[in-house]
């Protein structure tokens, strides 16, 4: 579940994270720079917590993803890691596996797609969909192979455990849907 609101001005809603299994924190579309009300709140979550960074679809450096992942376990104590923004072409297959290489498990990648195989060799998660109810209803055919995660926004609240069904039947292990 994307937590991508502040856990003290939005403490409704950081309530609702408890029993989530899977919570990607991202206080400043990374990092930030260490707001303490973060590492107060990460400790009371249930599930594996993952920092967010942005890999700007392998135009940030890896040393600049390598020092976001750092800032997160040292601001933050997030041990796991949630690529976001992340290529789903095998071109760019060599940069996300040198990262890959480097970062602490869980690895979490976002390409938002189905994407060529070897992502799903690097990763403990790949996120195959990310978009529209309307366009996950036009998805067909199952997952790839592995860990896959279905991130449908826009989903009336009632309609949500049909969406979520449907991701699993699909082949997502998880899935997340958000309200209009």
């Known amino acids: 579940m994307p937590a991508y609101f502040h856990p003290e001005r939005e403490a409704a809603g950081w309530a609702r994270l408890g029993p989530a299994e899977v919570v990607v924190v991202n206080p400043a579309t990374g990092p930030g720079t260490g707001d303490p009300a973060y590492r107060a709140a990460i400790p009371a979550l249930s599930g594996l917590v993952a920092g967010y960074v942005d890999t700007a679809y392998a135009r940030r450096p890896v040393a600049e993803v390598l020092a976001d992942v750092e800032a997160h376990r040292r601001l933050h104590g997030v041990e796991a890691v949630f690529l976001d923004r992340v290529t789903s072409g095998r071109e760019h297959l060599d940069h996300y596996a040198a990262l890959a290489e480097h970062l602490p498990r869980p690895l979490l990648l976002n390409p938002g797609v189905r994407p060529d195989p070897g992502y799903l060799a690097l990763a403990d ?35 949500q455990p049909g969406v979520l069904r449907r991701a699993a039947a699909l082949g997502a292990c998880l899935g997340y849907a958000t309200e209009p």
């Open 125 to 159: 998660v790949v996120v195959t969909f990310e978009g529209d109810w309307a366009a996950h209803e036009a998805l067909t055919g199952p997952d790839p192979a592995g860990v896959t995660w279905h991130l449908v926004h826009g989903v009336r609240t009632e309609a």
